[in-house]
């Protein structure tokens, strides 16, 4: 099982910037993909951005050239750079892993941090 403790959100004004923070811990083979999700009021959650263990990114039209993702692959831990950030970017914004738990022919399965609130003030 993976245990995913998130950190960073808070109440910035518009073009502002703020960092997330995801450390995954638990007893587990592997981690996959990663990556960062959001939910605002009255709205689907989204992908924002998702890493793949060996780079690959992905990105939401809505944020590309303005956050970056990372992840650091011995501390089992995943970013979001937020920059330039608008008033429409206020949400709660999870952290997701996939992870085979097991072994190398384990069973896979998503894990979701608690949540940060992220606030844009015009």
């Known amino acids: 099982q993976v245990q995913l403790v998130e950190s960073g959100g808070g109440l910035v004004q518009a073009g502002g910037s703020l960092r997330l923070s995801c450390a995954a811990s638990?007893?587990?083979?592997?981690?996959?993909?990663m990556g960062w999700y959001r939910q605002a009021p009255g709205k689907q959650r989204e992908l924002v951005a998702i890493?793949?263990?060996?780079?690959?990114?992905n990105y939401a039209d809505s944020v590309k050239g303005r956050f970056t993702i990372s992840r650091d692959n011995a501390k089992n831990t995943v970013y979001l750079q937020m920059n330039s950030l608008k008033p429409e970017d206020t949400a709660v914004y999870y952290c997701?892993?996939?992870?085979?738990?097991?072994?190398?022919?384990?069973?896979?399965?998503?894990?979701w941090g608690q949540g940060s609130q992220v606030t844009v003030s015009s």
């Open positions: 997701n892993c996939n992870a085979r738990i097991r072994s190398s022919s384990g069973s896979t399965n998503d894990y």
């Open positions: 638990g007893t587990f083979f592997r981690i996959n993909d």
């Open positions: 890493i793949s263990r060996g780079g690959r990114i």
